[in-house]
Structure formats: structure tokens, C-alpha cells
């Protein structure tokens, strides 16, 4: 890859700070802080098994071949209800200055419950323009994202007070059936970022304590439209036995928008000028391989392994327009892998029943912030499907999700010194942990003429 590649690899958008930001405070996610929640017929699966599933035309997202087992026309649309609970537990953090009030800032407390719900919308629609050979369809929704927002005077503020992410997928694809054992799909997404970024500012250290107990918010936003494309393959093993296999590929960000200092005194104006900011961001590519089993004409097993290459992100790096650093916060994330099972139980000609459960390896291991405090996650998830006639249906579906231990936290209150960031302001040593659970409640329906 090329010099803005390599780039790309070493560093990460304001956008990709909000969206990791969101992991446990905006909803619930695949590792990092990639959207599972791209319908609800497999939310009852806890989502394994995607890739090969093919029930509706969300397919699109998960493996566009599939739209070669759905019928002739179908339209989706996908509302989720995602009510997260991220509470920070305090182990001894200091404040960014030695001293006390009326000198220093006031310590501050753990921050409240930092979730907050959000509602997911997806739609999709596919179409069989070539009989029996070719399908074309169109999705919409929110790969990354949502949101994270704690009290304005918690003990992190120095680290980060709020953050967001509104994400837009348009995914249009095509799908071919090569014969009767295999289909292939292809998907080109057209993706947009619009993120903000808060944290507080300690104008005392900035004057050099010539300003007593004076503080503010930094708000950077920052979006960029920007394209890649999915692709997928499906094979019939047996009549009874599907294999799906997909691809997402990377996305790369050239993000442009401004910050802003809140409260800032008017002889500080030269040192933090309000301005526009750039940074870059390649967000990473995904690989999964997944099984659909028929045992009984009643009973489906579907289960899956995903792997996403999440060390892209190493660290976020923000400058203003002219070149100079404005902020970098270090994340050394890793490559991860989810990995799922399910059951599809039919009960009558109306209803079919759902169960599902999976593990979510965490992308980052060590060096947690407020903004990702990332850790392992599991799924346990129940669903339903109503089939209200022959072209109308209805998924709805539950999952609870939790870590599997504390997410804990210890920062430094200076960052590591880099060339382009040789200096920074204090912050506070940030100790302690998250626990963190999420609600998810999302409903679906499915018309096929």
C-alpha cells in the first residue's frame, strides 16, 4: 500500500474516537465498535450464522448472494431500541493538577450511567431481474456508531465528556446464481461519518496557573463520505447443509471539520483558537465463514466465525488545517473474532422460535480509555418470527449482552510524546473500571410480491 495507506494504518479519525467511544455507552456491537444490528431476524440468533442464513433481503448486508434464496421482490425495514448501562467505578483517580480548589478543578464524581438509548433504523429491498440468474437490491443503515455522554463535571472529564457518531450505509448490490450448489454477490457501500468529540480543557494549566480554577470543552466534529465494497458465497453442500462465506472491505476517511473551545478566556485566544481540524482514518475489513444446517424440517442450526482487523487502529490522531497536532490518544487495538450459534425452531405454519448465543473477543486488551472501555462481550438472545400471510412477516427479537469481566481503566495524566505530538496537557490519572450491560429490542417486516 502506499505512503497514505501506511498512514491511514498508523492513525484514526475524530470519527473513529466517537464511534469506539460508543462501544459500551451507545449500544451494543461486534468488537471495536462495528453495528451488529442489521436486522432483527437474526437478532434472535445472537446474529450467527449471517452469512449463510439468507431468511430476507438484510442479506444484503451479511452476504449479497443470498438474495439468490429470497423469491422474486422483497422490501425489509428494521427499527432497534438499544439501551445500553455504562457506569464507571473510581479507584483512586487524581485530578490534572496538584492542587486543591481554588487553584486546581474539583475532582469530580464517577460520571452517572454514560449510555444512552438509541433507535437503529435498516431498510432493504431486492429485486430479481433476470429469473432463476440475477438479483439486485439496496440496503440501508448504520454500520458504526452511536453515542456515549457522562456528567460534565466527572473525574474523566479531562479524558472525555461526550461523544457521538451518525453513520449512513447505502449498499447497492447484485447476485448471480452460477447453478444450483453455488451463487456469488457483490456489494458496493457508500458510507458517511458525522462525529463530535468533547472533552474538558484545563485553561489553568494552559496559562501556566496564572488562571485559578478555570476550565472549558473542546468540541472537535469532523464527517467525510467515502466507498467500499462487500462481497459473498454461497454454497449448497448438501440439500440440507448451506456454507456462506463474506467480505467487507476497508474504508478510508478523509475527515475535515472544526473544534471549538467553550468558556475559553479571552487572553488564551492565540494558544486555543477555534479552527478546522483533518485527520484520516481506515476503518478495517472483516472476513466471515458461517453454517446453515436443516436437521429436522422443524429445527435449524446456524452458527458462524468472524474475524475483524481491528489493529488498523493504533492510535487517534487529530490535527488542525495547518499541520499541527491537536490531539492523539493511543488505543493499540488488535484483531478480534466473534463467534456464534443458533436455533431456529419451527413451530407451526405461523410461528417460528429463535435462541441464540455468541462471544465477542475484545479489540482492546490493555490501555483502555473512557472512550472505548472495551472487553469481552456475550450475547444471549431469544427472537420470534409471525408469519401474518404468504407475503407478510414479522421478526421480533431480545438480547441481552454483558462483559465478561470489568473493563478496567488506568491512565496516565500526560500522553506519550510523539513527533507530531511532543507535548500535552495534563489530564488526570483516570483509575478504575466499567460495568457495562446492554438491552436490545428490535422488530422487522418483511414483504415479498
Known amino acids: 500500500m502506499g505512503s497514505r495507506s501506511h498512514k491511514n494504518r498508523k492513525t484514526a479519525s475524530v470519527v ?28 434472535g440468533n445472537a446474529y450467527a450464522g449471517q452469512a449463510a442464513a439468507a431468511e430476507d433481503a438484510s442479506t444484503i448486508f451479511f452476504n449479497p448472494a443470498g438474495m439468490t434464496y429470497i423469491g422474486s421482490r422483497q422490501i425489509v425495514g428494521v427499527v432497534h431500541a438499544i439501551s445500553p448501562d455504562t457506569e464507571f467505578n473510581d479507584k483512586g483517580s487524581t485530578g490534572p493538577l496538584p492542587f486543591p480548589p481554588p487553584i486546581g478543578h474539583p475532582l469530580g464524581g464517577d460520571g452517572g450511567d454514560a449510555g444512552d438509548l438509541a433507535i437503529v433504523p435498516n431498510l432493504y429491498g431486492s429485486w430479481e431481474v433476470i429469473p432463476g440468474t440475477v438479483w439486485v437490491g439496496l440496503g440501508f443503515g448504520a454500520p458504526f456508531g452511536l453515542k456515549t455522554d457522562y456528567d460534565k463535571d466527572w473525574i474523566g ?9 451518525k453513520t449512513i450505509n447505502i449498499n447497492p448490490s447484485i447476485a448471480w446464481k452460477a447453478n444450483e450448489t453455488v451463487s456469488l454477490g457483490l456489494g458496493l457501500n457508500l458510507q458517511k461519518f458525522d462525529a463530535e468529540l468533547a472533552n474538558a480543557v484545563s485553561y489553568t494549566a494552559i496559562s501556566g496557573g496564572l488562571i485559578p480554577n478555570s476550565e472549558g470543552i473542546a468540541t472537535v466534529e469532523g464527517d ?38 467553550k468558556n475559553r478566556p479571552a487572553p488564551l485566544a492565540a494558544l486555543v483558537p477555534n479552527g478546522d481540524i483533518k485527520a ?17 424440517p422443524k429445527l435449524q442450526l446456524l452458527a458462524d466465525y468472524t474475524w475483524t482487523g481491528w489493529d488498523s487502529i493504533q492510535a487517534i490522531e487529530i490535527f488542525r488545517d495547518n499541520g499541527v497536532g491537536l490531539n492523539r490518544l493511543e488505543l493499540n487495538m488488535h484483531d478480534s473474532w466473534r463467534m456464534g450459534v ?44 409471525w408469519n401474518v400471510s404468504k407475503q407478510t412477516a414479522i421478526d421480533f427479537g431480545y438480547a441481552y449482552i454483558t462483559t465478561r469481566g470489568d473493563a478496567d481503566v488506568n491512565l496516565p495524566s500526560m500522553q506519550t510524546p510523539t513527533a507530531d505530538f511532543p507535548t500535552s496537557l495534563p489530564r488526570g490519572n483516570l483509575v478504575g473500571d ?7 429490542f428490535s422488530v422487522q417486516a418483511r414483504y415479498s410480491f
Open 16 to 43: 473513529v474516537a466517537l464511534t469506539a467511544a460508543a462501544t459500551w455507552g451507545g449500544g451494543a456491537h461486534a468488537s471495536g465498535f462495528a453495528l451488529m444490528e442489521q436486522n432483527a431476524s437474526g437478532l
Open 434 to 440: 466499567y460495568d457495562a450491560k446492554v438491552h436490545i
Open 342 to 385: 443458533g436455533l431456529n425452531y419451527r413451530l407451526d405454519d405461523a410461528w417460528k422460535l429463535r435462541a441464540g448465543m455468541a462471544y465477542d473477543r475484545a479489540a482492546i486488551r490493555d490501555g483502555r480509555t473512557p472512550r472505548l472501555p472495551d472487553e469481552d462481550r456475550l450475547w444471549a438472545t431469544i427472537g420470534a418470527q
Open 157 to 165: 472529564r479531562f479524558h472525555g465528556t461526550k461523544s457521538e457518531v
Open 280 to 296: 484520516e482514518v481506515e476503518t478495517p475489513d472483516s472476513f466471515s465463514v458461517a453454517l446453515a444446517h436443516q436437521f429436522t
Open 224 to 261: 467525510d463520505w467515502a466507498w467500499g465494497w462487500n462481497a459473498g458465497i454461497m454454497i449448497n453442500l448438501t440439500p440440507a447443509t448451506r456454507v456462506g462465506i463474506s467480505y467487507r472491505s476497508t474504508i478510508e476517511y478523509d475527515l475535515e471539520g472544526d473544534v471549538s473551545f
